[in-house]
């Protein structure tokens, strides 16, 4: 599995930012993680390819969607409401769906290369 993320930028606090991740996904899910300078990896956002089934870090909730294109193969982040506190290099990651639990990091087994969202005060 090959990921590749696009969509990050510069941007103010209360704007927002489309992340997509393109790859064929199959029996997988598909997560968005983020990190900040000085900081841990963290979870995000995931999403099941086969299912739809759909779960959030508490810091995003209702700011933060996750979606999947299966024309597209394709699975965007929508992220609306940013703050300066959401700045961090955003990646998604593939891991196989029974993989749990689903906000760890080491659940993950294919990583894109990450892209950088910037929000400025």
């Known amino acids: 599995v090959q990921l590749q993320a696009f969509g990050g930028g510069l941007v103010q606090a209360g704007d927002s930012l489309r992340l997509s991740c393109a790859a064929h996904f199959g029996l997988y899910r598909i997560g968005w993680f983020r990190q900040a300078p000085g900081k841990e990896r963290e979870f995000v956002a995931v999403?099941?390819?086969?299912?739809?089934?759909?779960y959030y870090a508490d810091s995003v909730k209702g700011r933060f969607t996750i979606s999947r294109d299966s024309a597209q193969n394709t699975v965007y982040l929508q992220m609306n409401n940013l703050k300066p506190e959401d700045t961090a290099v955003y990646y998604c990651?593939?891991?196989?769906?029974?993989?749990?639990?689903?906000?760890?990091?080491?659940?993950?087994?294919?990583w894109g290369q990450g892209t950088l969202v910037t929000v400025s005060s």
């Open positions: 990651a593939a891991g196989l769906e029974y993989s749990l639990p689903y906000y760890l990091v080491s659940s993950y087994d294919y």
């Open positions: 999403i099941t390819w086969r299912t739809g089934a759909k």
